[in-house]
């Protein structure tokens, strides 16, 4: 990756490391980028990864399971162990995916307004053109239906928190998903309710 985050629990900061030598399929979606639009998805990128700190304080800290989960994984009696243990298993890692990639199309259609559609599609694309290596981050079908959408935030909710609620909203029929998305226990089971 380009950049990476997490939370760091002890104090509630949010680490991002930036590398200076990402792999070749970054390499070639940033080479025909253009020097004015670099910034914007720098700064895109920079949300998407500051989104998994947003997310972990979720769950970690303030241990709102109910809004980290997916649908049909029950969260009442879910504990901070539990959640990890999900987590761990990889079950949830396109769910936090589309978090963060729902969290910049929202940046570019906030900073951007007149062409925030182009750098959506662009991201969809990439995503979807990277799923053969990379299938658990094929955000496209959310991101698809988002710009469809018009991927408008509502006005009473911060970034983060639009971003939450449109992924449940989007969440796309089991038919539109990746084969490989359909094979994961999202619509059973529960988060363990063992440990703090």
């Known amino acids: 990756p380009l950049m990476a985050a997490g939370l760091r629990l002890g104090d509630g900061v949010c680490v991002v490391y930036y590398n200076d030598s990402p792999e070749e399929g970054l390499i070639q979606f940033f080479e025909p980028v253009t020097a004015a639009d ?11 990864e500051v989104t998994y700190c947003i997310e972990q304080r979720e769950a970690y800290i303030r241990r709102r399971f109910e809004v980290v989960l997916p649908p049909g994984i029950r969260h009442e009696n879910a504990t901070v162990q539990g959640y990890y243990s999900v987590v761990k298993s990889g079950a ?39 799923a053969r290596r990379w299938p658990e981050h094929n955000t496209s079908a959310w ?27 989007l969440q796309p029929e089991p038919s539109a998903l990746p084969s490989h998305r359909r094979a994961l226990p999202l619509n059973s089971g529960h988060v363990s309710p063992q440990g703090k």
């Open 143 to 169: 991101l698809q239906k988002l710009i469809a959408s018009g991927a408008e935030r509502p006005a009473h909710l911060g970034l983060f928190e639009a971003a939450f609620q449109l992924r449940r909203q």
């Open 38 to 48: 670099l910034p914007i998805w720098l700064n895109s990128i920079a949300a998407h």
């Open 92 to 130: 949830v890692e396109t769910w936090g995916e589309v978090l963060a990639d729902i969290v910049s199309v929202l940046y570019f259609r906030q900073t951007v307004p007149e062409r925030w559609e182009q750098f959506a599609t662009k991201l969809a694309a990439m995503r979807s053109d990277q």
